[in-house]
Structures are given as C-alpha cells and as structure tokens.
C-alpha cells in the first residue's frame, strides 16, 4: 500500500500534467444576439484556446476562460472551430454558450481523454447531419494512433450540417495539425486532402484549423491545390482571398500579444465558396489574452450559381493585378 506521502506526490503530479488543479469555477451562460441570418453566408471563426495546463501559471485556464467565453460570445460565429481544449474546457464551454451545440472526440481515445478539435454551430440555425474524427496516421480510424513523427496524436474532426431554413448542407473539418515534424505536416495535409475530395456528398466545405505552418509551406502549398497540381479540391484561406501577399500579421503570440508572430491558423475554404469579410481579434484584458493565439474569423458566402464560380488561380492573380 502506498504511503500517504507517496499518494501526495502521485496527485500533485497528475494535477500538474492533466491541469486540473486549483478552483474549478462555475462558468456564467452568455446570451448571444444573433442577427439575421441570411442563407448561404456562413461566419466561422476558428480559435486554438490553448490546453488547459498547471504550466501557464498566470495564464493558466481558470485565470483566463472568462475571456474565452466573451471572445466567443462577441464574435458570434455560426460555426467555431476550437483547437488543444480538454474535454472539461469543451463542457464549460458550452455551458457559458448554451445557444450552440458542439461535437468533440478526444484524440488519445476518440472519446473524452486528450486535446479535442471541437466543433460549435448555432443549433437554432443548422441540424447536425453527420460527423467524425480521424487520426492523421497510417491507420486514421484507430484512435490515439500517430506514426509520422510527430509526439502526440493529431486529428481532424468534422461534421456535415444542414441549415434548418433552406435544407442546405456543408462540411466543417476542424485540425491541428504537428507543431515539429514538417513530415507529420505534409503527410496530414495529403490525407486532408483525400478526406475532403471523398466525402459523402459534394457539398461545399470550410476547413478551420491551428496548422501550425504558414501559407509558403509545402504542405500548405499541397493542401490548397491553387494550381491543379493534385487530383484533390482546390482551395484558398480566407485571409489570402481578401489580403494577398499580405500574411506577415501573425496570430500566434505566445499571450504577448505581438502580431509580427507566425500566421499559422487558417480557414482554408472550398472554390464554390467567397470570403466576404476576415479579421483577427486581438483583444486582451489588461494584458491578460483569452490565449497564446488570436483568432481569425470570416464571413464566407457559398456560391449557388455555376457562372459565379472563379477559378482560384485566376483569383489571386485578378487580385495580385490590382494592387499597387
């Protein structure tokens, strides 16, 4: 039997790996105001709140949520991609923010235990269809797995949503993909990629994710597919349809709140698809930030008419010819 020093020590070092120690707060329900929704123009907004760790000290979880859950509320997305967020963060999540409904899977198991890709929508607008998570690994439905090099399981999760009012459906797919291993990068985007093209019904799609690259990397290069270059969708960011060569705004900060960091998270979206509107929110509280990135968040309108739908390429380079 242990000693009840030896049982101290064992919790104290769960506590400080899992972050799950101190006070455990109530999290308070926020009452969004919606505006009317117009069909086919979706606001996704896409946020790695950064793990809940006993590490971060000061900007540990239960000093910072409350932030979390005035940047979600404020922004009012109809769908939210949230990235590294432990199974209790996703709950208190949705107990401050009633009005959405989410689904999540935690990457060591596929149910509650690990970092999670969870998805939020507005239930009031959109029905849940479908939904899933797969491990960017050899074997993508084996939970926990990884084998690319990179040290912890990475995952993609996804859901396929109806809107309530007109009947139509598209695809959100939520990553996070290796902070280290460029091979574990390349590799998930390719089966990304696959996973997009091969999906039930040829529905339009958004991807949100922390990808931890930037938009000259290979991989991201291969994901978006600008110039046919793979059998695979095209696509292109939000930010780059709006802004480009304009991607040395960073959103990864470290919760210092610099923006000349890496612009690493992205909402990459498919080419029957416009960005209407993209912005970063950078706001923090008395030099507390909500997390160690900023979120991005964009207005896409989905094209229902075939004669207005532009090549991606032919976009950025109509774009590229117009600025100064």
């Known amino acids: ?51 809940d760790i006993f590490l971060d000290g ?5 000093n910072r949520k409350q932030l979390v859950f005035d940047m979600l509320a404020d922004n009012v ?15 208190q999540i949705q107990q401050a ?7 999540a899977a935690g990457r060591n ?3 509650r235990k690990g970092e999670t890709c969870a998805i939020f929508y507005r239930k009031d607008r959109f029905a849940l269809g479908d939904s899933g998570t797969f491990w960017f690994s050899d074997t993508p439905s084996k939970p926990g797995s990884k084998d690319w090099g990179n040290l912890w399981p990475r995952i993609c999760s996804w859901v396929y949503l109806t809107e309530k009012a007109t009947g139509a459906g598209f695809y959100v797919y939520n990553v996070h993909f290796d902070v280290f291993s460029q091979n574990s990068r390349q590799r998930s985007a390719e089966l990304l990629a696959k996973r997009i093209a091969t999906r039930k019904t040829p529905d339009p799609f958004i991807v949100t994710g922390d990808f931890n690259m930037e938009l000259d990397n290979p991989a991201m290069v291969y994901l978006q597919n600008i110039n046919l270059e793979t059998p695979y ?19 990864r900060h470290s919760f210092r709140g610099s923006i000349s960091g890496p612009k690493i998270d992205h909402i990459p979206i498919c080419e029957e698809a416009r960005a209407l509107d993209v912005k970063i929110d950078r706001r923090n509280k008395n030099g507390r930030y909500p997390s160690d990135h900023f979120p ?18 032919a976009q950025i380079n109509s774009q590229e010819s117009q600025r100064p």
Not at 58 to 62: A, E, K, L, S
Not at 78 to 84: A, K, R, S, T
Not at 296 to 313: D, G, L, M, T, Y
């Open 77 to 91: 997305a109809d769908v939210i991609g949230l990235q590294e967020a432990l199974d209790h963060q996703v709950r």
């Open 296 to 313: 991005i968040i964009a207005k896409i309108r989905f094209i229902s008419s075939p004669e207005e739908i532009i090549p991606v390429a």
């Open 97 to 103: 923010l009633p009005q959405y409904s989410h689904y």
């Open 1 to 51: 039997m242990k000693s009840k020093t030896a049982f101290s020590l064992s919790l104290a070092v769960t506590l400080i790996i899992t972050g799950c120690g101190g006070p455990q707060h109530k999290s308070t329900s926020r009452l969004i105001q919606f505006s009317s929704s117009q069909p086919g123009i979706i606001k996704a907004m896409s946020f790695n709140v950064r793990v």
């Open 109 to 111: 198991d596929g149910k």
């Open 233 to 251: 969708p095209r696509m292109l960011t939000a930010w780059q349809s709006l802004h480009p060569g304009w991607n040395s705004t960073g959103t």
């Open 58 to 62: 000061f900007n540990r979880w239960n």
